[in-house]
């Protein structure tokens, strides 16, 4: 179950960081998919070294690594799902974010916070079975290690407010 976890989180963060370096080339996140092994594939030593860190972080007893492969590092499931709701719902994705963040609009937000909320309420969506109180503490948790410090309670506030209005609609 540890690595389960471990392995989830891994992707979370690199599809994360995949959307962020998309944001800053070229800004189209439709196209996910195309560009994800290239990604997943020059980012190994990194996933794999993320991955050991969170495993270890998680385990009470000792871990063998002893053939670990980009393929155990990775959700493939979850990468695809995500990169299917964000193609094909980014448009009410963001729609949800501009209804629940007040004064703001899309293009105020940092593409790093931007990317943590479209990840999260892309999960809220989705039909893996990841409860709601999870996709948003996984997002306020990517948000402590990669944003400033007020954002946590930023994106906190705005999927607490995007899940009470995907459950009004």
Do not use: H
């Amino acid at each position: 179950m540890k690595n389960i976890r471990a392995k989830r989180e891994t992707s979370r963060e690199y599809l994360m960081k995949l959307m962020y370096q998309t944001y800053i080339s070229n800004g189209d996140i439709t196209d996910l998919e195309n560009e994800m092994e290239e990604f997943l594939q020059n980012n190994k030593e990194y996933i794999v070294s993320r991955y050991k860190e969170l495993v270890l972080t998680y385990s009470d007893k000792d871990v063998d690594f002893e053939g670990l492969s980009l393929e155990k590092c990775v959700d493939r499931v979850y990468l695809n799902e995500m990169c299917d709701i964000l193609r094909f719902k980014i448009d009410y994705i963001n729609e949800l974010i501009e209804n629940n963040a007040k004064n703001w609009s899309i293009n105020r937000f940092s593409k790093i916070d931007l990317a943590i909320l479209q990840i999260a309420i892309a999960e809220i969506l989705s039909d893996l079975n990841i409860p709601d109180r999870v996709s948003i503490n996984e997002a306020i948790d990517l948000a402590k290690m990669y944003c400033e410090a007020k954002t946590p309670k930023f994106i906190n506030g705005i999927l607490g407010s995007v899940v009470n209005e995907i459950k009004e609609r």
